[in-house]
T-cell receptor, first 111, second 113 residues
């Protein structure tokens, strides 16, 4: 059974510092992995999708890496800003339909 | 930019009542999903829907739940007889393909009293 874990559960950094968010999964037979941002009481905003055949995906200040064999993905956010404060979720797809989510990392970027 | 929309944003109901949550997926998407998030817990998959039928469902999605695409634009989740433990945020999502990016709506907060 797939388990998705995100460590740490919470993170506070000063503005300008790079953010490193970790996601691990127990079953490496995944189709893809998606990173989301969730603001309090709001929906999920898709940040990046990385397919199982890819090692890396970039969008602006965001870069996600995937090491399928070791069951890990890392989301890097360069030069963090207060507007990056949110909860970041990773989710893996290892069956036809569903995404399976981690519990998230709550990020606070202080000015 | 196209987005998934959901109505209502907040629904309050009495235990045992039926509720219908509505979603309008992105117009060229073919795959539709419902997820829920109980306060303080992980987002959980409920059901996926393609070609007018359920393609996958979780153990949460029991006989009390049903989904429908009543026309070319709406996708609905019905809970027949709500329980207190159904209180959660319900998210609709859609994608162009089963292995493609899923886009989520803003959610409907369901409160069962």
């Amino acid at each position: 059974k797939q388990e998705v874990t995100q460590i740490p559960a919470a993170l506070s950094v000063p503005e300008g510092e790079n953010l490193v968010l970790n996601c691990s999964f127990t079953d490496s037979a995944i189709y893809n992995l998606q990173w989301f941002r969730q603001d309090p009481g709001k929906g999920l905003t898709s940040l990046l999708l990385i397919q199982s055949s890819q090692r890396e995906q970039t969008s602006g200040r965001l870069n996600a890496s995937l090491d399928k064999s070791s069951g890990r993905s890392t989301l890097y956010i360069a030069a963090s800003q207060p507007g990056d404060s949110a909860t970041y979720l990773c989710a893996v797809k290892n069956s036809w339909g569903k995404l399976q989510f981690g519990a998230g990392t709550q990020v606070v970027v202080t000015p | 930019e196209p987005e998934v929309t959901q109505t209502p944003s907040h629904q309050v109901t009495q235990m045992g009542q039926e509720v219908i949550l509505r979603c309008v997926p992105i117009s060229n998407h073919l795959y539709f999903y419902w997820y829920r998030q109980i306060l303080g817990q992980k987002v959980e998959f409920l059901v996926s829907f393609y070609n007018n039928e359920i393609s996958e469902k979780s153990e949460i999605f029991d006989d009390q739940f049903s989904v429908e695409r009543p026309d070319g634009s709406n996708f609905t989740l019905k809970i027949r007889s709500t329980k207190l433990e159904d209180s959660a945020m319900y998210f609709c999502a859609s994608s162009t393909g089963t292995y493609n990016e899923q886009f989520f709506g803003p959610g409907t907060r369901l409160t069962v009293l």
